[in-house]
């Protein structure tokens, strides 16, 4: 571990029911911020995420799953419900994923949780939220970004939409119930109440939709999908170097200047296809053209100089292998290493964001197995008896 800062959440206790990535990733920056997370998870494989991943080996378990307790919990035999009612009761915040209804069918709704702790908040990721004609359909990530609008827009124009290497939807949901458990604890600050944040997929992708609403509502304006460029904003795109691609964005009229300082050509700032925002966002196609062809006489590192000399904000396209050798990211600790239970030292982002008094920390590297958790929260916390957990896992339920 790289530090062993208690984290802004210190003495928060968050029982993360669910799986797979809304709700496991919200569980994970939560903890990061440092609170104490237990994970119940299904007796026998446990969550999904422990086998998802790419790669021979399959590792991101190691990511969602850090600062966390792992307990097993049956969820659908009353034994169970009843078990994982005392454990949510003694938190301070529930995050579930589950289908809307869900918990209600194991009497473990919000209504009947918060008459036992009025101060519970509990933090719901669905497909499309928690009422609505479509809330009880099935809903994962991808489909929160196709009905959110980041599929459409996403893509070259002769194309299908295409999708980012990532789950964005998912991690997106995660992080507006992270933002809203942090405004609940707020409020349950002043007033002492808790309450129900209500976070869907395709709301949260919504979120980060900039204009798209707006422009269509007033112009009648359609965003279409425009490849590697955002139209009208130009020069910024991925340029084709003699070893490969480097990005830059030089569409301020001062910053393009310097852009034309350094590509030799001056006079193209006062060309008047170019000397203004809406001048080369008009001219776009033919500007990309001409920066491309001058990026295509140099290497990454001719580029990356003169784009430092110039001030002129640019950067290399990076891979995870690129990133583990850069000495800003090492400099600023944005990947660290942490010794996992079964595979050793394994290197992944840092907690994040970064806090000057309270910072946070991979503190616990994700559990190993389903439940190992299980003796010292279920006898500590709960004051269940060894005899008695024996029994409860002969019959199953954990």
Known sequence: ?????????????????????????????????G?????????????????WGQGEEKVQWEVIARNKRSVTCNLRVPEGQALARRLILTADVLVENFKPGTLEKWGLGPDELLKE?????????????????????????GIGEAMGGWRYVVGEPDRPPARMGISIGDTLCATYGTMGVLAALHHRERTGEGQVIDTALYEAVLQVMEGL?????????????????????????????????????????????????????PDLAEDPRYATHLARGENQLELD?????????????????????????????????????????????AIIEVDTETRGPIK?????????????????????EPGQDNAAVYGDLLGIGARELEAMQAQGVI
């Not at 790289?2 to 920056?29: I, M, N």
């Not at 669905?126 to 990530?141: C, T, V």
């Not at 910024?236 to 393009?256: E, H, L, Q, R, T």
């Open 1 to 33: 571990m790289t530090s062993v800062s208690p984290g802004a959440l210190a003495g928060l206790r968050v029982v993360e029911l669910g799986q797979l990535l809304a709700g496991p990733f919200c569980g994970q920056l939560l903890g990061d911020m």
């Open 117 to 141: 702790k009025p101060s519970l908040i509990i933090a719901r990721m669905s497909g499309y939220g928690q009422d609505g004609p479509y809330s009880d359909r099935a809903g994962f990530g």
């Open 213 to 265: 609403v707006p422009e269509y509502d007033f112009n009648g304006f359609i965003r279409e999908r425009s490849g590697s460029i955002l139209p009208g904003i130009a020069p910024s795109n991925v340029y084709s170097c003699k070893d490969g691609p480097f990005m830059i964005g030089a569409n301020k009229d001062a910053i393009f200047a310097r852009l034309a300082i350094a590509m030799g050509q």
């Open 289 to 333: 053209e001409r920066v491309n062809a001058w990026t295509s006489t140099l290497t990454i590192d001719e580029v990356d100089a003169l784009m430092i000399e110039h001030s002129i904000p640019a950067g290399r396209v990076y891979t995870a292998k690129d990133m583990l050798a850069d000495p800003h990211f090492q400099a600023r600790e």
């Open 348 to 368: 992944m982002q840092n907690a994040f964001p970064k806090f000057s008094k309270t910072p946070s920390s991979v503190r616990r590297p994700a559990p190993s």
């Open 35 to 51: 609170a104490e997370v237990i994970k119940v998870e299904p007796p026998g494989a446990g969550d999904p995420m422990r086998v």
